[in-house]
């Protein structure tokens, strides 16, 4: 067994809110991408979690009548539920209000301080207090000093902070994000327009920052011997994904190899991180990975104009057409790109009715009943070749090598559709061989088109388990190759094959809308 390590993240999610879509994507597809490594027999890590010390839960929190830790918990236990019931296989869940991820933050800060790498300094800039942010001189000025959001004048504020010496990381980061080899070491910020993106404003020139806030009222962690000030929530953050294994047991894990995001948090992720993680002095991660947004039927997301896809929303098409359809969905016409898809009902029955239904779903009712037809359920043997058979064995041989590298190039839209392609595939070969026709004159004949057929549908379940763990798995026990390899050959003739209903009924739409 080859236990070679691989850690995968997620952005810690922000728990003033429940979760919605846009969270569920980017930790389905990590989950995805961790299934496939699990799958080649490797050491996975999988972590999500959630970013808890932002001054908004006070905020929210009051308005509710609850404490910020009470509010925590209750959107913390949201997620964790929702990703529980989303099949997401994380190995472990961080709250940055943890005293585990607290005591590791307060020791990073110290040795930054110690290094030189943090000093305190005094920052003074327009703040917006009832927003508790700092807005930038221009826009402060374009504002004429008016808080847009509450109307009040701006406070011309002094505070002393501790800094980041980012500037010190300038050009280190830039020869990294352009793929050069610095101190022994590589990071990747990927699509390659994002890495663009970064380096171009690394180019106007890198400020120090400030990385801690006072005024916090005991909500973040404070800095050691220094109470009045915590860190900064999103540095706080930034350092789950190093506490949460920066222990003996867990120390191997280290660097991540993706870290998976969203384009708005890629300056943090792209920028800040890997300069935090130089200064001390640990590996850097090999890949940063910023997809792009889901918008909702045609319109970005918004409460009010009540396109907004959330938990009720995601538990309805998750009860109408299944949880592994919903996976198959996101991971195949998701925003893994630099575009943003549109979850939009339409498009999701369709590509339901097409992938799952017509092609997926309907391979496994062709070969099933053409085997109980003519074999009396039996598998049948693979007999000589015809050129017909080896051109889809050939593709079938390399489809798990393919699989992988585009799930180590986080391609996950593309490897999944790599597999359907094959199933389409199949569905044609039957087509022109018409076995049900064959097995009239030269039964072997027939068993042989059938052996190739179901084959390939064992080979495409083994395959696409990651995305639709449940289905799958449904299939394999129907064709009796539970825990089966992703090589050519694996299915067994004379198995008996188990009975079964539809595996995805075709969703009619003028039948109901729900
Ligand atoms: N807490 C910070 C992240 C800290 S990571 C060290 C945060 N949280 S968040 O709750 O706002 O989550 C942002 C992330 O949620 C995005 O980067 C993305 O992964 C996901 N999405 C939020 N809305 C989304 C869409 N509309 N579409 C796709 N994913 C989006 O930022």
Same mark, same amino acid.
């Given at each position: 067994m080859n236990s070679k390590p691989f850690y995968i993240t997620t952005p810690i999610y922000y728990v003033n809110d429940r979760p919605h879509i846009g969270h569920v994507y980017t930790t389905t597809i990590a989950d995805i991408i961790a299934r496939y490594h699990r799958l080649r027999g490797e050491d996975v890590f999988f972590l999500t979690g959630t970013d808890e010390h932002a001054a908004k839960v006070i905020d929210t929190a009051r308005e509710r009548g609850v404490s910020p830790i009470e509010w925590a918990d209750r959107n913390a236990n949201e997620f964790k539920n929702t990703f529980k019931r989303l099949d997401i296989s994380n190995d472990d869940f961080i709250r940055t209000t943890e005293e585990r991820h607290k005591k590791k933050v307060r020791e990073y800060v110290e040795k930054l301080i110690k290094a030189g790498d943090v000093y305190l300094g005094e920052f003074s800039g327009w703040y917006d207090a009832g927003q508790e942010e700092y807005v930038a001189d221009l826009k402060a000025k374009e504002y004429n000093y008016i808080s847009p959001i509450n109307k009040k004048p701006l406070i011309e504020k002094k505070e002393k902070n501790y800094f980041f010496? /980012?500037? *010190?990381y300038q050009a280190d980061l830039e020869a990294l994000i352009q793929g050069k080899t610095v101190n022994g070491q590589t990071f990747a910020v990927k699509p390659d327009a994002r890495s663009n993106e970064v380096l171009g404003r690394i180019k106007e020139g890198l400020n120090d920052v400030p990385i801690s806030r006072t005024g916090a009222g005991g909500w973040g962690i404070s800095i050691p011997g220094h109470d009045e000030h915590s860190v900064y929530v999103w540095i706080d953050a930034l350092f789950n994904y190093i506490s949460t294994v920066d222990s003996p047991d867990r120390? *191997?894990?280290? #660097?991540?190899q993706v870290h998976l995001i969203a384009k708005d948090i890629l300056w943090f992720h792209a920028v800040i991180w890997p300069a935090l993680l130089m200064a001390l002095n640990e590996p850097l991660p090999n890949l940063v990975y910023a997809h792009s947004f889901w918008i909702s039927e045609g319109q970005k997301m918004s409460k009010s104009l009540g396109n907004f896809v959330d938990l009720e929303k995601i538990d309805q098409y998750v009860q109408t057409f299944s949880l592994d359809a919903l996976r198959w969905f996101l991971a195949a016409?998701? #925003? /893994?790109?630099?575009n943003d898809s549109d979850f939009a009902e339409a498009k999701f029955i369709e590509v339901y009715n097409m992938d799952l239904a017509n092609d997926f779903g309907n391979l496994l009712n062709r070969v099933s009943g053409l085997i109980s037809k003519n074999f009396a359920g039996h598998i049948p043997d693979l007999g000589p070749l015809t050129p017909d058979e080896e051109t889809i064995i050939e593709v079938a041989r390399n489809l798990n090598p393919t699989v992988q590298n585009l799930i180590d190039q986080v391609q996950v839209n593309e490897a999944v559709r790599s597999v359907m392609l094959l199933v389409q595939k199949v569905n044609k070969y039957l087509e022109t061989q018409a076995p049900w026709k064959v097995a009239k004159t030269d039964l072997p004949r027939a068993g042989t088109i059938l052996y190739t057929a179901t084959e390939c549908l064992r080979l495409a379940s083994v395959l696409l388990e990651p995305v639709m763990p449940a289905k799958c798995r449904a299939v394999l026990e129907i064709l009796g190759a539970e825990g089966s390899a992703p090589e050519w050959g694996g299915l067994k003739s004379g198995t008996v094959l188990k009975t079964h209903g539809p595996l995805f009924p075709r969703f009619e739409v003028e039948k109901k809308s729900y």
């Open positions: 010496r /980012l500037s *010190k120390r *191997k894990y280290w #660097p991540a016409s998701g #925003p /893994l790109s630099t």
